[in-house]
């Protein structure tokens, strides 16, 4: 192996750094001009919203893994009373996910998943 093996990794982390950065950089400079009550920015949050959610129901009905051996009851329930604590918290997104998880672990825990 010659001294220049170090030139791949370089390569490979500029092209990774210009692949996504650019879009970032683009969308910090296109964001600043929009309006935040246009239609625009209220179509991307809605199709943003849809794109976790779509994520969020194929994790929860079609998982992998350790969740593949989990009830769907254990899942479902586990979400369900994480949106009821979000909805109780006043919609703060960290206490649905703190309960959810909790709820899915202590669920597996007891089911000896």
Same mark, same amino acid.
């Given at each position: 192996?010659?001294? !220049?093996?170090?030139? *791949? +990794?370089?390569?490979?982390?500029?092209?990774?750094?210009? &692949? *996504?950065? @650019?879009?970032? =950089? #683009?969308?910090?400079? @296109?964001?600043?001009?929009? !309006?935040? !009550?246009?239609?625009?920015? +209220? =179509?991307?949050?809605?199709?943003?919203?849809?794109?976790?959610?779509?994520? *969020?129901?194929?994790?929860?009905?079609?998982?992998?893994? *350790? #969740?593949?051996?989990?009830? #769907? =009851?254990?899942? @479902?329930?586990?979400?369900?009373?994480?949106?009821?604590?979000?909805?109780?918290?006043?919609?703060?997104?960290?206490? &649905?996910?703190?309960?959810?998880?909790? #709820?899915?672990?202590?669920?597996? +825990? =007891?089911?000896?998943?």
């Amino acid at each position: 192996m010659s001294g !220049d093996w170090w030139w *791949t +990794y370089l390569v490979i982390a500029v092209a990774g750094w210009l &692949a *996504t950065d @650019i879009w970032r =950089w #683009l969308g910090v400079l @296109i964001g600043n001009r929009l !309006d935040e !009550d246009s239609e625009a920015l +209220y =179509w991307v949050r809605a199709v943003a919203t849809a794109l976790v959610m779509a994520v *969020t129901a194929k994790l929860i009905v079609f998982p992998t893994g *350790t #969740l593949a051996g989990s009830p #769907l =009851w254990l899942r @479902i329930g586990a979400a369900g009373i994480g949106f009821l604590a979000f909805l109780l918290a006043g919609q703060r997104v960290g206490v &649905a996910v703190v309960t959810s998880t909790l #709820l899915l672990g202590f669920g597996l +825990y =007891w089911l000896g998943v």
